[in-house]
């Protein structure tokens, strides 16, 4: 509440333009309340604050000197944060978008798509076929008219296209254009940076990541591991838009001698777990040479056909409710994962 004695408090801590800009303003608004006139405080200091900045690095430019990009895209993060940070819950529309559908149907009606401005995390051993998993969902999202946006820390991008050739051959080009690649080697922030200007320029309905390893630079700890989840999980929420991030299982998973993966076999799981709202772990015993007898295994392994475990949702799914389920899917060693050749399986622990 703003009072008379208060106003030379504000005047010391804004200055007086923004004062007088607020003042201005109530004028106009018939019944204003002192919290309405805090917040106008608010708001013009942060606009006061903002437009010193831009001043100064602009006759930086006038001068021929470089202007400090970050300081600006900082103040104008900070005004907007200022601005919008705060809602009651009266004033927020609730959402009925939980769910994206990809247009791969074994994921779609099985779980109910992937999860809106959310992190996906796809976990599977080396060669199981996580990334055609990826390129799958990303061209049966083109065949829909939406538009996607691919790192490819791994592959190169003439390598990504043959593959995705091979997985979907029958994706035109003008359905490729609608999918964007950069194979270009980059840590968390860069990525988060990267994917935050591109989705503020178009429209964009979901981004990939191949694969989380890659972005981790030096020696692999759990800070930098957290930081990374953080990150990623960050870009989903600010940016609108669900992100699917693939992942390598731990050694412990070959130690134990292969088999059925479970949350617990993704690197740094807890992580993982926590900040991701729909994990799938690959099953895929068509690809592997030894299966291990010590397994006791729910699933079975059937010559051509693999699965999909959704270890984790945070909504549940079409299937299972809130109980994991296996999802049993085609596969060909050449042309990747089916798309309409899948049954599901309610599993008892995961």
């Known amino acids: 509440m703003v009072e008379g004695r208060d106003l030379p408090i504000i005047y010391d801590k804004i200055g007086l333009a923004p004062v007088k800009s607020a003042l201005e303003a109530s004028k106009t608004v018939a019944d204003m309340t002192p919290s309405h006139a805090v917040e106008l405080l608010e708001i013009a200091y942060s606009r006061e604050e903002l437009a010193t900045v831009l001043d100064k690095q602009i006759n930086k430019?006038?001068?021929?000197?470089?202007?400090?990009?970050?300081?600006?895209?900082?103040?104008?993060?900070?005004?907007?944060?200022?601005?919008?940070?705060?809602?009651?819950m009266a004033e927020i529309d609730p959402s009925d978008v939980v769910w994206v559908e990809t247009g791969y149907a074994p994921i779609d009606?099985?779980?109910?798509?992937?999860?809106?401005?959310?992190?996906?995390?796809?976990?599977?051993?080396?060669?199981?076929?996580?990334?055609?998993?990826?390129?799958?969902?990303?061209?049966?999202?083109?065949?829909?008219?939406?538009?996607?946006?691919?790192?490819?820390?791994?592959?190169?991008?003439?390598?990504?296209?043959?593959?995705?050739?091979?997985?979907?051959?029958?994706?035109?080009?003008?359905?490729?254009?609608?999918?964007?690649?950069?194979?270009?080697?980059?840590?968390?922030?860069?990525?988060?940076?990267?994917?935050s200007r591109i989705v503020g320029l178009e429209k964009?309905?979901?981004?990939?990541?191949?694969?989380?390893?890659?972005?981790?630079?030096?020696?692999?700890?759990?800070?930098?591991?957290?930081?990374?989840?953080?990150?990623?999980?960050?870009?989903?929420?600010?940016?609108?838009?669900?992100?699917?991030?693939?992942?390598?299982?731990?050694?412990?998973?070959?130690?134990?001698?292969?088999?059925?993966?479970?949350?617990?076999?993704?690197?740094?799981?807890?992580?993982?777990?926590?900040?991701?709202?729909?994990?799938?772990?690959?099953?895929?015993?068509?690809?592997?040479?030894?299966?291990?007898?010590?397994?006791?295994l729910q699933l079975p392994i059937i010559s051509g056909r693999g699965w999909l475990i959704c270890g984790k949702s945070r909504y549940g799914s079409s299937a299972g409710g809130g109980s994991p389920i296996a999802i049993q899917v085609g596969w060909d060693g050449l042309v990747g994962w089916s798309g309409d050749d899948f049954s599901h399986k309610v599993l008892t622990s995961i």
Request: glycine residues 8%; hydrophobic residues 40%; proline residues 3%.
């Open 204 to 296: 964009i309905d979901v981004i990939g990541i191949d694969f989380a390893d890659l972005m981790i630079e030096g020696q692999e700890d759990e800070p930098k591991v957290a930081s990374m989840y953080r990150t990623i999980a960050q870009l989903a929420k600010k940016s609108g838009v669900p992100v699917i991030l693939l992942s390598q299982l731990s050694r412990k998973y070959t130690e134990r001698g292969g088999g059925e993966p479970r949350i617990v076999d993704l690197r740094w799981s807890g992580l993982a777990e926590s900040l991701a709202a729909l994990v799938i772990l690959v099953y895929n015993p068509n690809t592997t040479y030894a299966i291990s007898g010590k397994q006791s």
């Open 109 to 195: 009606e099985c779980i109910g798509g992937i999860p809106d401005a959310s992190l996906t995390i796809i976990g599977a051993s080396t060669g199981t076929g996580k990334t055609s998993l990826l390129l799958r969902l990303f061209g049966c999202f083109a065949m829909r008219g939406k538009k996607s946006l691919i790192y490819t820390l791994e592959m190169t991008g003439g390598q990504l296209v043959s593959r995705m050739l091979n997985v979907m051959p029958k994706i035109t080009t003008e359905q490729r254009a609608l999918i964007t690649v950069c194979s270009e080697h980059m840590n968390p922030e860069e990525i988060s940076a990267s994917a």
């Open 61 to 88: 430019l006038r001068k021929g000197e470089d202007a400090d990009i970050l300081k600006i895209e900082a103040s104008i993060e900070k005004s907007n944060r200022h601005e919008h940070q705060f809602q009651t």
